[in-house]
């Protein structure tokens, strides 16, 4: 049970990256509105969007706007729509990772020129698409968050290609760090252990990875998105004005075993 509180009143937030009701991204949605956040959503295409619909109503969405990240004007009428709207930016949730298949299936030594470089794209570079179109929207400062995972800095079986990709991810996020840091904008990641998630099915095996992090993990369980989702809302609070450049584990401690 979490705490209710409106200290995130006041604060604006976009949240990329929602796939349907159970995705991280969902839960950060979730908690931050349930603390008083005003929330704009984004769905990758009109295929997806009756599975991100759900969430969007639920968290009361302001702004409700296609983007595939790949696709920059469709990024760019979001910032536009949300300069227009609500004329700032708080915080961002990025919440997006892809790697094909094949690709992601077949070891590292394997990898294709081509998955490679689409993984990194959609997965690494969108967050820098996106940082960038936030900058201008927060001119009083703010808080960017990605998600990671700790195959980002430890071999985790079966999740072969996402490792080297993950840890471009938060190598990215010290480095925006840096630069956004003058002008008070927080960059972290989240790393929650692992989750029942759609995009997380794709990984092959996926249920060995389930059952280690119930089986080692210090608090012997999963964790949830909605926990995942609590940190994101103390993570762009003034709670952790601080608090920038990090990697901040949700997984029960499982990366410390």
Not at 59 to 86: C, G, K, N, Y
Not at 186 to 196: F, W
Request: glycine share 8%.
């Amino acid at each position: 049970m979490l705490p209710t509180s409106d200290f995130l009143a006041g604060k604006r937030g976009l949240v990329v990256g929602v796939a349907n009701e159970q995705s991280i991204a969902a839960g950060c949605a979730r908690v931050c509105r349930g603390f008083g956040a005003d929330i704009a959503m984004t769905y990758q295409s009109e295929k997806a969007r009756k599975f991100v619909q759900p969430v969007a109503d639920a968290v009361e969405s302001e702004l409700f706007l296609p983007m595939d990240v790949t696709d920059m004007a469709q990024m760019d009428a979001v910032f536009e729509a949300i300069r227009t709207h609500w004329g700032r930016l708080d915080f961002l949730v990025h919440s997006v990772a892809y790697c094909p298949a094949d690709d992601l299936h077949g070891r590292v030594v394997d990898c294709s020129r081509d998955g490679f470089g689409t993984a990194m794209d959609v997965s690494v570079h969108s967050l820098i698409r996106l940082a960038k179109r936030a900058e201008p929207l927060m001119s009083e400062g703010g808080t960017i968050l990605t998600v990671s995972y700790h195959g980002a800095e430890r071999v985790v079986d079966h999740y072969n290609v996402m490792g080297p990709v993950k840890a471009a991810l938060e190598a990215t996020v010290r480095y925006l760090a840096v630069e956004l840091g003058p002008k008070d904008i927080r960059v972290n990641a989240m790393s929650p252990g692992p989750l029942e998630t759609r995009a997380a099915s794709g990984i092959a095996h996926f249920d060995v990875l389930i059952e280690d992090a119930k089986k080692r993990s210090p608090l012997q369980r999963l964790t949830t998105i909605e926990e995942v989702g609590a940190m994101a809302a103390c993570l762009v609070s003034d709670l952790a004005r601080s608090v920038s450049g990090n990697t901040s584990y949700i997984d029960g401690g499982h990366h410390i075993v």
